[in-house]
């Protein structure tokens, strides 16, 4: 709006990846490496790092799929039902990977 000096809004979200520490912009790159390594694109894999980061820094104790030692490809070897690449959930079948 002409005349406004407030300054604009910034997203909850965008506000979260604001003053990357060494160790946050590390994490975030490797993600998005082994991401991309999985299959991902690249607008995908930084969508969903980015949105793990938020995780961290919010002390979420929420999970994705492609953390998890039981996510084989596309499909759950725990049997359970795979949500998309992005989605942070609660599930008892969690197992982390290693490395
Ligand atoms: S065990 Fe749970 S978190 Fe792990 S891949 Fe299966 S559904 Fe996802």
């Known amino acids: 709006?002409?005349?406004d000096t407030r300054p604009p809004t910034v997203r909850a979200?965008?506000?979260a990846l604001v003053?990357?520490?060494?160790?946050?912009?590390s994490r975030l790159s490797g993600r998005v490496a082994v991401l991309?390594?999985?299959?991902?694109?690249?607008?995908?894999a930084e969508q969903?790092?980015?949105?793990?980061?938020?995780?961290?820094?919010?002390?979420?104790?929420?999970?994705?799929c492609v953390e998890c030692a039981r996510l084989i490809g596309r499909r759950c070897?725990?049997?359970e039902m795979v949500g998309?690449?992005?989605?942070?959930?609660?599930c008892a079948r969690f197992a982390a990977r290693s490395g």
Do not use: F, W
Not at 19 to 25: K, T
Not at 36 to 44: I, K, M, P, T
Not at 48 to 64: K, Q
């Open 1 to 3: 709006m002409p005349g």
């Open 13 to 15: 979200d965008v506000l």
């Open 19 to 25: 003053g990357l520490n060494d160790q946050e912009i």
């Open 36 to 44: 991309r390594r999985q299959g991902y694109s690249l607008a995908d």
């Open 48 to 64: 969903i790092a980015d949105r793990l980061l938020v995780r961290d820094r919010t002390g979420s104790d929420m999970r994705a």
């Open 77 to 79: 070897a725990g049997g």
């Open 84 to 90: 998309p690449p992005h989605e942070l959930r609660r």
